[in-house]
């Protein structure tokens, strides 16, 4: 069965740090583009980075960019984004999501093949 989980998010206060993991299972991410994405309530999903099957290309949000870092783990099969000096609106449910691709780079736009059940962050005094 192939699967993504995701872990690492919960409570923190602002200005604080947290890691957030993209474990598969059942499929190798080495083929793969992968992207993280955030949604809050009442909002639409919005692409925060992705990172490219070779991991030689990067992409962030513009509200990520400086605090936010994707990156990949081959031989752990995870994918990981380090989120610093992270604010209240920073607080969403985050999704990690597959695409496959031989692409050496990556898009948020892409149409992704799989996905995660999502992690909540919550940034909050």
């Known amino acids: 069965q192939l699967q993504l989980v995701e872990s690492g998010g919960g409570l923190v206060q602002p200005g604080g740090s947290l890691r957030l993991s993209c474990a598969a299972s059942?499929?190798?991410?080495?083929?793969?583009?992968i992207g993280w994405f955030r949604q809050a309530p009442g909002k639409d999903r919005e692409g925060v980075s992705c990172?490219?099957?070779?991991?030689?290309?990067?992409n962030y949000a513009d509200s990520v960019k400086g605090r936010f870092t994707i990156s990949r783990d081959s031989a752990k099969n995870t994918v990981y984004l380090q989120m610093n000096s992270l604010k209240p609106e920073d607080t969403a449910v985050y999704y990690c999501?597959?695409?496959?691709?031989?692409?050496?780079?990556?898009?948020?736009?892409?149409?992704?093949?799989?996905w995660g059940q999502g992690t909540q962050v919550t940034v909050s005094s």
């Open positions: 990172i490219s099957s070779s991991s030689g290309s990067t």
């Open positions: 999501a597959a695409h496959f691709t031989r692409s050496s780079l990556c898009s948020a736009r892409w149409q992704y093949d799989y």
């Open positions: 059942g499929f190798t991410l080495d083929y793969y583009a």
